[in-house]
C-alpha cells in the first residue's frame, strides 16, 4: 500500500511511471506519521518506469490542510542529482528532511518528473499521500526518545 495510511489517488502526469511503494520513516528506520520539530525523517518512494527515461528527477511538498506550502524540494535543477530509469525494474529513492515546522498537520506530496528539450515533464504524482502530524517538543513522545537514547547510551 502507498503511504503511512493514506489511500492512493488518481494517477497524476503521462503515466509513464507509477509509484509503487512510499513512506515516511524516522531516523532509526521505523515507519512513523509523527514528529517533533526539527527531527530528521526520510520519505522513502519507489516507482517503476513504463519505458526508459534518461533524465529524471524527483519533487516532494509538505502543505498545511488548506494547501499553503510549508516546505518543497525538488532536484530538477540539479543535473548531479538527475538519474536514469529502466522500465519494468523498481527504482528507490530516499529523501531526507528536517520537519522544521510549527506543531499541527501537514501533507506530504511527491511527483516523479523527466526534462525534456529543457521542459518538466510530470510522469506520475502522489497528493497527498502521507499525512504528518508535528507534535509539541515536550510531552509524552519526547519523554519516550529521551529514554530510548539514554538506554542506548548505557549499551542496554
Known amino acids: 500500500p502507498l503511504g503511512n495510511g493514506l489511500l492512493p489517488q488518481p494517477p ?4 509513464e511511471a507509477r509509484f509503487i511503494k512510499a513512506g515516511l520513516f524516522d531516523n532509526r528506520g521505523l515507519s512513523r506519521n509523527a ?8 520519505v522513502r518512494l519507489s516507482f517503476v518506469a513504463d519505458k526508459e527515461i534518461p533524465h529524471a528527477s524527483f519533487g516532494i511538498v509538505v502543505q498545511t490542510h488548506n494547501a499553503l506550502i510549508a516546505y518543497g524540494f ?4 540539479d543535473p548531479q542529482a538527475a538519474f536514469s530509469c529502466r ?3 523498481e527504482h528507490a529513492a530516499v529523501i531526507r528532511l528536517d ?14 518528473s523527466r526534462v525534456d528539450g529543457g ?5 506520475c504524482g502522489l497528493e497527498p499521500f ?8 515536550l510531552g509524552v513522545f519526547g ?7 539514554f538506554s542506548q547510551s548505557r549499551g542496554e
Open 99 to 112: 520537519l522544521n515546522l510549527t506543531p499541527g498537520t501537514y501533507y506530504l506530496s511527491a511527483v516523479l
Open 35 to 42: 514528529f517533533q520539530p526539527g527531527e530528521d525523517c526520510e
Open 12 to 15: 497524476l502526469g503521462t503515466g
Open 130 to 137: 502521507i499525512e504528518i502530524t508535528i507534535t509539541e517538543r
Open 143 to 149: 519523554i519516550s526518545n529521551l529514554f530510548a537514547s
Open 87 to 89: 522500465p519494468g525494474i
Open 74 to 77: 525538488n532536484t530538477v535543477s
Open 119 to 123: 521542459r518538466v515533464v510530470s510522469l
